[in-house]
């Protein structure tokens, strides 16, 4: 029996609590990928192994919004790495059919607002608006809102206030949500990764290291590592 365990998003990653004998799932396999340094052809190598997980489990139970998530961020991902506006547009609208009909899920609105801010700071915003139709100020507003339905977990806020800070090093909403996920709930594995990125972040920021906040926010997003 699995759990889900962690936000989703374009380029956001999760994890499965699954039983020890069990093989890795696909939402593993792209935690690993993202948070694992790897270089470029192993992690893409890796969201291709979650990507036919996930279709697999889709080929079984069509229904199954957790492998439909996880498709979708596979998809995003190889975006990422791989430059691909075609894959780009496909996660969006996946991303966003599943906002659509799960709007209390926190995971689901997470990730559409992270493939907007994400496609922003892979492009700029001039040309990620008009390439792809990514805003800023969409994907704050739906930040904000994943941040308020998620339950005080502190992947949510870690997740947003990196976001922000990979942006700009000065943004003034920030630092409230860094200092929330570094106090917030530690619900599922994936919240004490993002909560001891978020403290780290906050100890540049305390400092007065602004730069340093930025540079750690951009390390400790999924594929920060290798996505350059």
């Not at 696909?26 to 996930?54: C, H, M, N, T, Y």
């Amino acid at each position: 029996m699995t759990a889900r365990t962690c936000w989703a998003a374009p380029f956001l990653a999760c994890a499965i609590v699954a039983a020890p004998a069990l093989a890795a799932t696909p939402r593993q396999i792209l935690s690993d990928a993202a948070f694992v340094p790897l270089d470029k052809a192993a992690a893409l190598g890796q969201i291709a192994r979650a990507e036919a997980g996930a279709v697999a489990i889709l080929a079984r139970n069509p229904g199954d919004t957790d492998a439909s998530l996880t498709r979708a961020m596979a998809i995003g991902y190889r975006a990422k790495l791989g430059k691909s506006r075609e894959d780009a547009m496909t996660a969006r609208r996946m991303f966003e059919a599943l906002a659509a009909a799960h709007p209390r899920d926190a995971e689901a609105v997470a990730a559409v607002g992270t493939w907007h801010l994400d496609s922003v700071g892979e492009l700029g915003g001039m040309i990620a608006g008009m390439v792809l139709g990514a805003k800023k100020a969409v994907g704050f507003e739906t930040m904000d809102r994943a941040v308020a339905i998620g339950g005080n977990r502190a992947m949510f806020p870690a997740l947003a206030g990196m976001l922000r800070l990979s942006l700009d090093a000065k943004d003034s909403r920030a630092r409230a949500l860094i200092e929330l996920a570094a106090n917030g709930k530690v619900v599922e594995p994936i919240d004490r990764i993002m909560q001891r990125s978020a403290a780290s972040v906050l100890g540049a920021l305390k400092a007065g290291n602004t730069k340093q906040a930025q540079a750690l926010s951009k390390q400790f997003l999924p594929f920060g590592r290798v996505a350059h």
